[in-house]
Nanobody, 121 residues
Framework: QVQLVESGGGSVQAGGSLRLSCVAS????????MGWFRQAPGKEREWVAH???????NYRDSVKGRFTISRDNAENTLTLQMSSLIPDDTGVYYC???????????????WGQGTQVTVSS
């Protein structure tokens, strides 16, 4: 059974930083594309970033230069380092695993339960 468990969310003021982590089990982690998504209240879940098994990364424009996604294939972990946070970054952040990499939620069959990030102005 695949399990993805996120941690590291919290409340910060604008300009602050947070580091999210996701631990994966029940899958051959190194073979999967890993992504971070987020969902704000009343909005659809949106792609934030993804990282291929070889470490190649891609980010949505609004987080480029502020967020860094990384992975450790030996430890089955995924990390999202977030800095210069703004109120629009507020939402529940989810890690996801899939065979395909990209911004579509339906490309990722495995999801974590999410961790809340709140950025106040």
């Amino acid at each position: 059974q695949v399990q993805l468990v996120e941690s590291g969310g919290g409340s910060v003021q604008a300009g602050g930083s947070l580091r999210l982590s996701c631990v994966a089990s029940g899958l051959t982690y190194s073979r999967y594309c890993m992504g971070w998504f987020r969902q704000a209240p009343g909005k659809e879940r949106e792609w934030v970033a993804h990282i291929l098994s070889d470490g190649h990364t891609n980010y949505r424009d609004s987080v480029k230069g502020r967020f860094t996604i990384s992975r450790d294939n030996a430890e089955n972990t995924l990390t999202l380092q977030m800095s210069s946070l703004i109120p629009d970054d507020t939402g529940v952040y989810y890690c996801a695993a899939g065979a395909l990499c990209g911004p579509r939620t339906d490309w990722y069959p495995h999801w974590g339960q999410g961790t809340q990030v709140t950025v106040s102005s």
